[in-house]
């Protein structure tokens, strides 16, 4: 009868991806450019919470819900000020239950800048992480420049014979 022969399909053996020097250089410069990008934002958030700081009022407010979803463990809260009902969230406290009281620290001129815990503490807190992204920042650049030096001295030189003829 009929015979067919069927070509089996030739599969080429690929090299796996190789990363290259360049490649390395271009992700270390990324990490220090956000390392600095952090270290400016977390400037930022401490000077803004520096300055509500010097206005903030202190209020008491009520716990509505703790969630463990989306954005992470927060608490949710209400407080009112001149009648006007707001809304906040901070990191979970597992100390606190819904229904139960808070002081909430929110600025005067803005309520809807709220938070439980003391604008002057924030500030503190966000210093800190600012100072660890400039270390964090300062430790790439080094780690860059020490690679693109590695990276500069072990190119190979031209072959030297090709040179004599």
């Known amino acids: 009868m009929f015979e067919t022969e069927f070509e089996k399909p030739n599969y080429q053996q690929r090299e796996p991806a190789r990363i ?18 952090g270290t400016f934002l977390f400037m930022n958030f401490s000077n803004h919470f520096a300055i ?8 008491v407010g009520i716990v509505t819900d703790q969630s ?12 009112a000020v001149d009648g006007t ?3 906040g ?19 005067h001129d803005d309520p809807t800048t709220n938070s439980p815990l003391e ?10 992480v600012m100072i660890l992204c400039i270390y964090l920042s300062a430790g790439m650049a080094i780690a860059l420049m020490v690679f693109l030096a590695i990276a500069r001295s072990a190119k190979k030189p031209e072959d030297e014979s090709s040179l004599i003829q």
């Open 20 to 37: 290259t020097r360049k490649d390395y250089a271009i992700y270390l410069l990324l990490v220090l450019v956000g390392c600095i990008g």
């Open 89 to 107: 969230h901070s990191r979970k406290d597992p100390s606190l239950k819904v229904g139960q009281s808070l002081t909430v620290y929110f600025d």
């Open 85 to 87: 009902v707001y809304h």
């Open 52 to 59: 509500v700081a010097s206005r903030e009022r202190a209020v």
């Open 119 to 128: 604008c002057h503490k924030n500030s503190e807190e966000n210093h800190r």
């Open 68 to 79: 463990d979803s989306g954005k992470g463990a927060q608490t949710f809260y209400k407080f």
